[in-house]
């Protein structure tokens, strides 16, 4: 059921995504070439975030489509050379190998620049609903992903320290995290009501989707990963299982899920999609 | 006069950014790096052009520091090694000499998330205006920069061959066009007045701006234009001067700067230091 839903959200959002991607011109394979694949995680979360609220997938789907968009955005540049440099991205050779770096810088700016004409389409709803996406994502993606990078780094104890590759990576983490986040309360803000809960409920999500992944670098197969796995640990970085060890870090996942679940007790059975989520999050494979 | 109110408005617009940059955090630095500097023309246009429907810099200045963030950002990627390769930007070290090219790609990303927070700041009017101004940013640094892009290549004559770094310039050169074009009409969003004449007077003085570019790269001092010149030849890149030769570019940007003026006609004396930027624009020294 969830993994359905999953499915038939991911390709409406894929859809809206598709129509508003540039046609033609030089960026116009590489930017379609970058948000191919991809289970749709977080455009799910906010369609399904509006849904609690009575809103349509008519108008949820711009956001869904522009949370994809920033997401690939992040994966592409975080790709580069001069970043985490991999050469494969869901099995398929990153943008940057398959065009060259300066694709790569370009694409990504221009499926940033994308996902904000998204979510302030005009069939998305009145204008302080659609600047207030905005606004928030601007933030998002820039502010107060820093901010949660700042706390990573200050649980790794390097906050003393000068700028270092590391802390990048940790401010890339927060990015994640806030993505995230605003995936979740964006329904809120959608059907005009209070975006805590749902901020709660993403922030935990976030956290443990991060720790999946940690966990699926040092267990995971790198043919269902789809990339290769094992390199947090070959270049040191500090990860959850790193700082925690597996255990410790495999009980704090499902502490978060359980957190995640918790937040949206006011939703009731509306939520059950959301908790599944959340389930699958910590147990998923790839 | 007009170099004064120049200097006025960047006062106010960097003031604003800056209130809006990270105190804290490992981008803190090279964020406020990236943004020093430039005379400010971009958020001067915004501020001027808002001033013609008697909006006041309290609301005009948030979309003028968000288009110098996105310049900003713009100029920071552009000198990647992948990119233009510039070691000096405004006679100072560009990002990734000064830091590292990870640092760049960040800063840049970090920016232009920034300047959509900006515009969508809840100080710069209603929901709408505010909508708008986020849709028409994310489609002139996304989209319409990339058919821009195209218009361009069509002129050199490339647009059959596939991706190549020739392109990719004119690609760039298309998005600064937008962001010019932007930084004009957004002024009309925020007096929701219609837009067309800015466009109009935004489009001429962007490609005006880009010839005087050019022509700087062929005949500037290094020393008042803080960067290196010849640099566009030396690559064999294809600039206004090389395809209309110096005498036709020069007359070129001359009509373009009366085209610019002539669009603000029924504005009448209330414009006239929008026309001075455009003089300006064609006999700037750097």
């Known amino acids: 059921m969830f993994r359905d839903v999953l499915a038939a959200h991911n390709r409406v959002a894929r859809a809206c995504l598709a129509q508003a991607l540039p046609a033609t011109g030089p960026l116009a394979e590489p930017m379609a070439y970058a948000v191919q694949g991809g ?102 993606a820039g502010g107060l992903g820093m901010v949660m990078g700042q706390a990573l780094d200050l649980a790794a104890e390097v906050a003393t320290e000068p700028l270092t590759l590391e802390e990048i990576i940790a401010l890339q983490s927060g ?43 040092v267990e995971g197969d790198p043919e269902l990963v789809g990339k290769a796995v094992g390199k947090d640990e070959a270049a040191g970085k500090a990860t959850f299982v790193s700082l925690l060890g597996m255990d410790r870090a495999r009980r704090r996942a499902h502490e978060l899920c359980d957190a995640a679940c918790d937040a949206l007790s006011q939703y009731g059975e509306k939520a059950e999609l959301l908790r599944d989520a959340a389930r699958f999050t910590i147990s998923r494979s790839n």
Not at 129 to 136: D, G, H, I, Q, S
Not at 175 to 181: I, M, N, Q, V, W
Not at 186 to 214: N, T, V
Request: glycine share 12%; hydrophobic share 40%.
């Open 39 to 140: 289970k749709g995680l977080r455009g799910f979360l906010v369609i399904e975030s509006a849904g609690l609220f009575d809103v349509q997938t008519g108008q949820s789907q711009y956001p869904a489509a522009a949370i994809e968009a920033m997401h690939a955005c992040s994966l592409v540049h975080d790709d580069l050379p001069c970043m985490d440099d991999d050469d494969l991205r869901r099995g398929q050779p990153t943008v940057h190998k398959k065009w060259d770096e300066a694709t790569g810088v370009l694409v990504g700016d221009a499926l940033q620049s994308l996902a904000f004409e998204l979510v302030t389409d005009p069939a998305v709803g009145p204008g302080e609903v659609r600047a207030e996406l905005a606004r928030t994502l601007g933030r998002g």
């Open 175 to 217: 990015k994640t995290g806030a993505l995230f986040e605003w995936s979740c309360f964006a329904g809120a803000i959608l059907g005009q009501s209070d975006p805590e809960p749902l901020r709660q409920y993403g922030a935990a999500l976030g956290q443990a989707f991060q720790i999946a992944d940690d966990i699926l670098d």
